[in-house]
Antibody, heavy 118, light 106 residues
Framework: EVQLVESGGGLVQPGGSLRLSCAASGFKFGSYWMHWVRQAPGKGLVWVSRIETDNSGTLYADSVRGRFTTSRDNMKNTLFLQMDSLRAEDTAVYYC???????????WGHGSLVTVSS | DVQLTQSPSTLSASVGDRVTITCRAS??????LAWYQQKPGKAPKLLIYKASNLESGVPSRFSGSGSGTEFTLTISSLQPDDFATYFC????????FGQGTKVEIK
């Protein structure tokens, strides 16, 4: 089955760290750029980061640059988002998404909730 | 950064209605625009890509149009399964989303 499954979310204190994982199956993971998108409770979608087919090409939204790091393990078909120096405003459901060759997202995970609170 | 502005933010409609949602870009994005449907607690689902191309498996009552800075998503005859929130996304200059349009039951 073609799918993306996120894990690793939870409750973390401000200033803390968390690492999200996104396990891919059913397609050739290493051939596609991957993205992270987040959605704060009751709010819209916000693009977070992109990684190219290998770990050399990454891009981040201004709001997370310098605090978040996206990486991937193509041998294990897994995408990661390392989140450091977390703030209350990072509270959101985090989705991983597969980008096809044209630039839009044709497959999304179910999301992982990250709550930053003391 | 390219800003996308959707209107309206909320739309009340009845089953069978024709519904149109607009997405305006702060600069030209040619036709590099997608539309997604999201239901509560679920991941977004791709409906339309390249402004007017219907994703495989999406009902033909959904259609998209536009280019440059103004785009529309139309549902020709609203069905019970269509009550959801709809987002536009541009992929011409990095990636960004509109704020969403919630289609609710009138």
């Amino acid at each position: 089955e073609v799918q993306l499954v996120e894990s690793g979310g939870g409750l973390v204190q401000p200033g803390g760290s968390l690492r999200l994982s996104c396990a891919a199956s059913g397609f050739k993971f290493g051939s596609y750029w991957m993205h992270w998108v987040r959605q704060a409770p009751g709010k819209g979608l916000v693009w977070v980061s992109r990684i190219e087919t290998d770990n050399s090409g990454t891009l981040y939204a201004d709001s997370v640059r310098g605090r978040f790091t996206t990486s991937r393990d193509n041998m294990k078909n897994t995408l990661f988002l390392q989140m450091d120096s977390l703030r209350a405003e990072d509270t959101a459901v985090y989705y991983c998404a597969k980008m096809n060759g044209y630039g839009y997202f044709d497959l999304w995970g179910h999301g992982s909730l990250v709550t930053v609170s003391s | 950064d390219v800003q996308l502005t959707q209107s309206p933010s909320t739309l009340s409609a009845s089953v069978g209605d024709r519904v149109t949602i607009t997405c305006r870009a702060s600069q030209s994005i040619t036709s590099r625009l997608a539309w997604y449907q999201q239901k509560p607690g679920k991941a977004p689902k791709l409906l339309i890509y390249k402004a007017s191309n219907l994703e495989s498996g999406v009902p033909s009552r959904f259609s998209g149009s536009g280019s440059g800075t103004e785009f529309t998503l139309t549902i020709s005859s609203l069905q019970p399964d269509d009550f959801a929130t709809y987002f536009c996304q541009q992929y011409d200059f990095d990636w960004s989303f509109g704020q969403g349009t919630k289609v609710e039951i009138k």
